[in-house]
């Protein structure tokens, strides 16, 4: 059977007409929709695009400013910055960090502890931020960096400022130093709410001056906003929001006269601290031994850093700040102050020392310095002499009760108020002391806090601040290292204010006068412990001497400094403020470990106080004290 | 001279359609400069493509329809080998295999197949009246789908998907009755899992990244991302000619080619796109208009199905570019900066212009 079916023409027409209309009713409802999208896109939505648009090309760059320079009180500068090539990356912009770099390896030097703290820092910032690889690139390397950038996309060399400590170690206790914001300090910093403020800063105070005043020194972000390309290529600035520079601080401290204590106390472990007693002006604040800072900046090396760390002379210790010493016979003075002001001694009774004292009904010893004694004592001889059997008696008589809170009230086992953080606050002993660790007061322990001695403990800085009570007529001051803060682009400055609590009024001159003559007669007295630094002094001196005891010597031992390792010898400590009729200066120095008050200590104050007091005999600041780690090497 | 008018005035041409092209190519010129970032090379590489295209166009214009009628199962057998030589031996291109090399031009064989497919199936459906038999429909999809999966293979999803429209389109248009095109729908429903499991790593990711752009805006989203940006910053009245930031800072990709109608869109607006999309509404109903008149049932499916699947590539470049689609890489037709592509789309438009120049008897 043939069954060709016929074309039916008028079929096939009517068919395909039906089909055409219905491809052109889906034409047109294809471009409803793609309309509609149009719409959607650029009227409905258009401002959220017109915003990503914009935030595609335009990326604020934050500019860190300028950090503050810290100077001494006449200008001698003692950190400052000075540019230096940082090899940086944006790790959003690498698409292979591993061969990235390896390639940027090849080219310039890093070491392990660089890929570490990049890595460190990778993990804890976002992934758009510059992160530094290296600092300090040289010339050289630098170049080659620059040549290959067209093959090393997201790395990036920028001329940063770096912190630098020209004086190297030179006051390293009081300036501190900036290093590598860590990932603490990052929290911190969000916490409170300061993150916007540190964009494009990598560094951060972390002791000293350069922490404490770290808001002053940092300065303002500034912004610009850059038109980059897709490529992260910036090609021109859009808008520059100008950063701020930090404010140079100016420090009451003199540099001359801090290398000079430092190096008088070159070689051994001590700490000095000098104060204008009638502002709290610290003058000279001397730890030793010390260390350059600038190795830390950019994180110091795991191996030179266990060197500082196992250095028995432990020169990361802020000696001035947080050593905290037995007083020795330095408390001498303010036990006699305290004598005279309980009302139960009277400044002409006397003592008999017959070079020991015994507690009644005990038969244990408490040996005076001089084995022979010092005959009939009253508080004056006790000062000038340094009489031991004197102050036991004492000590006995006022009671620790009063004892504590005679010397709280001196500044003892407080907090100085100093503008340091982590300052040491030392030990005044209690009964409540005691018993908060479960002990009992035992009252040969009130006779040997009597000539600072037992569990007592003071900072040098403490001990400076206390003698000033004595030299400003019964203020306790709160010492202060900033002199001004300036900006410096108006160069306004701005002045700490000085503060102080007024522990004693007019009435009390007569007992503080007894004490300052006793002091005086200590250095220029015929029986004087310090006398040695008197006898040529143009000035008058009030002083007193102390030697603390480090190891306890058994009843029946002889101390003999030659038998006993070094580091058991006695602590050589000295206070002193002068001129006596017009206190401009007052001191204070322990030398550990260095034996006698009167030799040790005694000389370093004299010295400082002639460069004060006599400004010609001021020492310039040699090169030889001008310890440079050149950057760039 | 006077030889030459006469010539001139002997070549068939559609007028209409003539004009909207040529139209085009002046929107194409401007959008390129700009998308190049005023390099005029570009624009000048496209004038020669477009002059070589437009050659072609009209020899293909002067061919009567019945001759294509004659040579389809030719033309559709000769693209048919050249696929499977493509598979054997074809030069790697962007990590497909497309193309054939002959003596330094780049053949691609699936570009044939745009016509070849349409024109086959075209030819065998109106060999017998219409609506076709279940029979002829089977073996029309055999034509269909042997050189479709042999392009998917290579493997260009875009293109083989949108040549086994073209082919469809022509089953439909020949009257495949409703009950079979319900059944069909369903199957392909069902299948879709399968597909889904044949894909290639990077076809199923476009996939994904087209669902969900932001899912991974650096990577397989980036492009949907910044095109919406693109287009989207455009606004109502658009950001003025060669302003486009998102081409000229480098955040658009394939700005000249798949992605230029977001530097279109970003510089001259809503405005501008009602404006281009109906200068493509002019061409599509110009070219329903021809399928419309045609005199026979091959001129008329071949004319419906060329300008439906013109539009088809209209739909889905737009669709892409606004994310509405995704990722394929589908050409602008007649503005996109491409080389074969638009040969072969101007050779459809001289075939649709061919069947409205040659018909006898109206008009004489």
Known sequence: MLNIPLKDHFRETRIFGSRLTIMAGFVVVVMLVLLGRMLYLQVVHHKHYETRARANQISPVPVPPVRGLILDRNGIVLAQNYPAYTLEVIPEQVKDMKATLAQVGGLVNLSDSDLKQFDKLRRSRPRFESLPLRTNLTEEEAARIAINRPHLQGVELHARLQRYYPLGGLGIHLTGYVGRINEDEVSAIERSGKRAAYRGTLHIGKLGIEQSYESLLLGHVGVERRETNARGRSLHVVEREAPKAGDNLYLNIDARMQAAGEQMLQGKRGAVVAMDPNSGAILTFVSMPTYDPNPFVNGIDQESYDALLKNPDKPLVNRALNGQYPPGSTIKPFMGLAALESGKIDANDTVTCRGIFRLPGESRPYRDW??????????????????????????????????????????????????????????????????????????????????????????????????????????????????????????????????????????????????????TDVVHGAKGTARRIGWNAPYRIAGKTGTAQVKSIAAGEVYDAEKMAEHERDHALFIAFAPVDNPRIAVAVIVENGGHGSSAAAPIARKLMDYYLLPEKMPALSKATVVTSQPNE | MNNLKRFIDRVRYDKPLMVALLIFALISFVVLYSASGKNISVVGSQAIRLTLAYIIMLFIAQVRPDTFVRYSPHFYAAGLALLVVVLIVGVIGKGAQRWISVGGFNLQPSELMKLAVPMVVSWWLSREGLPPTLRNIAIAAVLIF?????????????????????????????????????????????????????????????????????????????????????????????????????????????????????????????????????????VIGRGMYIAYNAQDAYSRLLAGSLTLTFFLYFFVNIGMVTGILPVVGVPLPLISHGGSSLVTLMAAFGILMSIQTHRRILQQ
């Open chain 1, 370 to 519: 001089k084995k022979t004694g010092h005959g009939k004592v009253n508080l004056h001889d006790s000062i000038v002499e340094s009489c031991d059997v004197y102050y036991y008696q004492a000590a006995v008589t006022l009671g620790i009760d009063f004892i504590h809170s005679f010397l709280t009230k001196l500044g003892f086992g407080q907090a100085t108020g100093i503008d340091l953080k982590g300052e040491s606050v030392g030990l005044v002993p209690s009964r409540e002391w005691r018993k908060a660790r479960g002990e009992n007061w035992y009252l040969g322990e009130t006779v040997v806090t009597g000539i600072g001695q037992g569990p007592i403990l003071v900072t040098p800085l403490q001990l400076a601040n206390s003698v000033s009570i004595l030299a400003n007529g019964g203020r306790l001051m709160q010492p202060r290292l900033m002199y001004a803060h300036e900006n410096p682009v108006s160069k306004e400055r701005y002045y700490s204010q000085f503060s102080y609590k007024q522990l004693f009024t007019e009435e009390h001159k007569p007992q503080l006068d007894a004490i300052v003559e006793a002091m």
């Open chain 2, 146 to 282: 042997v050189p479709v999966l042999l392009i998917i293979k290579q493997p260009d999803l875009g293109t083989g998907a949108l040549i086994m429209a073209s082919g469809l389109i022509v089953i439909f248009l020949a009257g495949l009755s409703w009950r079979v095109i319900t059944v069909l729908t369903l199957a392909t429903a069902a299948a879709m899992p399968l597909v889904w499991s044949t894909m290639h790593d990077y076809q199923r990711q476009r996939v994904i990244s087209f669902l969900n752009p932001e899912s991974d805006p650096l990577g397989a989203g980036y492009h949907s991302i910044q095109s919406m940006i693109a287009v989207g910053s455009g606004g109502f009245f658009g950001k003025g000619w060669l302003d486009s930031s998102q081409a000229h800072l480098g955040y658009l990709p394939e700005s000249k080619t798949d992605f230029i109608f977001a530097v279109f869109a970003e510089e001259f607006g809503l405005m501008g796109t009602l404006l281009l999309f109906a200068m493509y509404l002019f």
